[in-house]
């Protein structure tokens, strides 16, 4: 197994591009989740998907979309960069949010993205 | 106030020495998570509790649900352990939404 999955590794965006960054699970997990990693500060939840068709907002979502069409893949799209987005990208899954996320968390190696 | 604090920010030790690292939280959880952070980035789930204690190799995680408190120990620390170690909760009651995380120790350990 891949385990979870995440491209690109390193992005340089302008202010003002969009794209999206790519997650991918291959190990049937229902629960998959978005965090962004600043200098200082601890993970922080951007979006979440207790499956496919089902998504929700954490704690951060402004200026970031997701869809999960799939159980597989959960991508995060920059709908306009911005400068304060630079950071450091990680896409989670567990094997199900079990209504307290009592299961391990794998996480993927992060996409680290700059905006200038 | 962050709902999880861990202590200490930053530990330099020698390697073989104990290490303990402290992860406090304000809020009613049903599991906590450690993980370990190497440099370059990748993270790594070394145990998740909601009771007692656990042991994986030379990594010993404890928790007193009533206190609020859950500590990581390492014995005989080797300068592999080098890394930042984060605390993570998942609330009672909070549902899918997520993980709220410590802002991490960062760990030397010297040779």
Same mark, same amino acid.
């Given at each position: 197994?891949?385990?979870?999955?995440?491209?690109?590794?390193?992005?340089? +965006?302008?202010?003002?591009?969009?794209?999206?960054?790519?997650?991918?699970?291959?190990?049937?997990?229902?629960?998959?989740?978005?965090?962004?990693?600043? %200098?200082?500060?601890?993970?922080?939840?951007?979006? /979440?998907?207790?499956?496919?068709?089902?998504?929700?907002?954490?704690?951060?979502?402004?200026? /970031?979309?997701?869809?999960?069409?799939?159980?597989?893949?959960?991508?995060?799209?920059? +709908?306009?960069?911005? %400068?304060?987005?630079?950071?450091?990208?990680?896409?989670?899954?567990?094997?199900?949010?079990?209504? &307290?996320?009592?299961?391990?968390?794998?996480?993927?190696?992060?996409?680290? +993205?700059?905006?200038? | 106030?962050?709902?999880?604090?861990?202590?200490?920010?930053?530990?330099?030790?020698?390697?073989?020495?104990?290490?303990?690292?402290?992860?406090?939280?304000?809020?009613?959880?049903? &599991?906590?998570?450690?993980?370990?952070?190497?440099?370059?980035?990748?993270?790594?789930?070394?145990?998740? +509790?909601?009771?007692?204690?656990?042991?994986?190799?030379?990594?010993? &995680?404890?928790?007193?649900?009533?206190?609020?408190?859950?500590?990581?120990?390492?014995?005989?620390?080797? %300068?592999?352990?080098?890394?930042?170690?984060?605390?993570?909760?998942?609330?009672?009651?909070?549902?899918?939404?997520?993980?709220?995380?410590?802002?991490?120790?960062?760990?030397?350990?010297?040779?």
């Amino acid at each position: 197994n891949a385990g979870v999955t995440q491209t690109p590794k390193f992005q340089v +965006l302008k202010t003002g591009q969009s794209m999206t960054l790519q997650c991918a699970q291959d190990m049937n997990h229902e629960y998959m989740s978005w965090y962004r990693q600043d %200098p200082g500060m601890g993970l922080r939840l951007i979006h /979440y998907s207790v499956g496919a068709g089902i998504t929700d907002q954490g704690e951060v979502p402004n200026g /970031y979309n997701v869809s999960r069409s799939t159980t597989e893949d959960f991508p995060l799209r920059l +709908l306009s960069a911005a %400068p304060s987005q630079t950071s450091v990208y990680f896409c989670a899954s567990s094997r199900t949010s079990g209504g &307290a996320l009592g299961y391990e968390q794998y996480f993927g190696p992060g996409t680290r +993205l700059t905006v200038t | 106030k962050n709902e999880v604090e861990q202590s200490p920010q930053n530990l330099t030790a020698q390697e073989g020495e104990f290490i303990t690292i402290n992860c406090s939280y304000s809020v009613g959880i049903s &599991a906590l998570h450690w993980l370990q952070q190497h440099p370059g980035g990748g993270i790594v789930s070394l145990f998740m +509790l909601s009771s007692g204690k656990k042991k994986h190799g030379r990594l010993i &995680a404890t928790i007193n649900i009533q206190e609020k408190h859950s500590s990581l120990h390492i014995t005989a620390s080797h %300068p592999r352990d080098s890394a930042v170690y984060i605390c993570a909760v998942a609330r009672s009651g909070g549902g899918a939404d997520g993980l709220t995380f410590g802002k991490g120790t960062h760990l030397i350990i010297q040779p």
